[in-house]
């Protein structure tokens, strides 16, 4: 079977490559047929076949016997451009090297340990290589179509949409007033109006990409986490109806992987992912028109795997877009709030070493085809609130005084959840986030479908403790997804008094 095999590839080879001695020591070195599967890790960063775009990574249509850092459109790291410079091509044996360690091989080939790859993703294994390499090959620029279009589904940004790199749009808002929002940590909230005071305006904000180590939780584990701005979940922005919200969102050079936005509460081009990927280096401003009231997820939406990839590393946010005239009950009574809090709930997929033990990585992007493996399995190893396991637990609790009325909102980016607060109630429940809706009265718990924000609103009656937990109550006890609400004033008997507790009389 395995001979035959060979000598298949070794006869597509030949078709493909006809007239080069080559082809014989493909068929010897690399399986291309087990190297189709290897690019399977690949494909979350490179396209290829007939429709192939530069994504995370290069188009690698005929990369074998190119010039290293020449494929048209890309913006390669300085490494590779110097590489390039110095007359690099891809050689079955440099890309062996090259994809053991993309950065070391940089550094070799120029004699420079201040050099580096942007790409993050190592492959160590020397069969997986060379059969990658062996797949590769059949790739000839010509040849693609050959491959099948491997075209990844991310809708092409419309006629007019788009604009070259460094151009500014002309301003069409002037006599709109601009405020600035400054963004703050969860579980807290920017600064704002429950009723808005005056006309529409535009809001600014700006959210920068960090790529970062972060622990999850008491043990220590650790990963590198995909953030906007710092925080998991990323920060709540409010706006109101009607308002324009114009978004500066930054990928710091320090940075490796490519990052967009994709906004529930924005209408065209993919939510504006469509129109904002950026790869380390770059910023984008996009302005939408918040036309939807309600709670809306916002998260980063990259090609392909990396969407559920960069949404399990923490890139998952919340905005909110207020009714003009502020919150309503089910008959249009206006609705109120003391305070607020914004909690975010996300599920992580932490890989594990052969020991069960869970693996640590140095850059973004390296644990990638381990967590994709992972992530697929649907069985998450975290599922916390506030980025990390107790997060909102002790000196992070949450806190109100009795009387006061807490507006809770709630983002999951990926799973469904059922948010419940123990020894309370949801008076008023947004469920589904919108507030168009009329919100539903007195709950116990609420769902909130992954992909969504729900809101709900509630007054305390008694001091204490409150456990406000996802009431799958395996993930909140087992897997971290609790908070505590720690809640001042004067307990009422009347609405519970312990009346006796003891020996069975
Ligand atoms: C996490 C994203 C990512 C993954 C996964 C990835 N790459 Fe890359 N790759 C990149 C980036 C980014 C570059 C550009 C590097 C630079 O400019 O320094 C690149 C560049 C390359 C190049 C050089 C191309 C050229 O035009 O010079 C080759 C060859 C390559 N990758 C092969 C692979 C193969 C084969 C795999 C799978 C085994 C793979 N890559 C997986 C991101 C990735
Ligand atoms: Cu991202």
Redesign the pocket.
Known sequence: MFKFANILIGVVGTTLLAGSFNTVAIAQEGNAKAGKK??R??R???QVGDNAKNA???V?NG?VG?L????DG?K??S??KAANGKGLV?SKEQ?FN??AD?TKF?QGYLGDDSA??????R?RDEK?RRD??AY?ETLGPKKAAAAGAEKLTHGDVPAGMGMASGTIASDSLEGLERVRQELVLPPFAPKHEQVAKGKARVIEVELVVEEKKWVLDGDGTEIVALTFNGSIPAPLIIAHEGDYVELTLKNPSTNL?EHNIDLHAATGALGGAGITTISPGEETTLRFKATKTGVFLYHCAPEGSMTPYHVTHGMTGAIMVLPRDGLKDDKGKSLTYDRLYFVGENDFYVPRDADGNFKTYSAA?ED??DWIQSMRTLLPTHVVFNGRVGALTGKGAMKAKVGETVLFLHVQGNRDTRPHLIGGHGDFVWETGSFSSPPLRDQETWFVRGGSAGAALYTFRQPGVYAYLNHNLIEAVELGAAAHVVVEGKWDDDLMKQVYIGPIK
Do not use: D, E
């Open positions: 290897v690019f890790s690949c979350a960063c490179h995370v990574g290069p690698l990369v190119r290293a850092g020449s494929y890309y390669y790291g490494g590779l891809w890309m090259w994809l993309p940089v580096r790859a942007k790409m993050s993703f492959l997986k990658v390499i590769l992987m992007g990638l085809a």
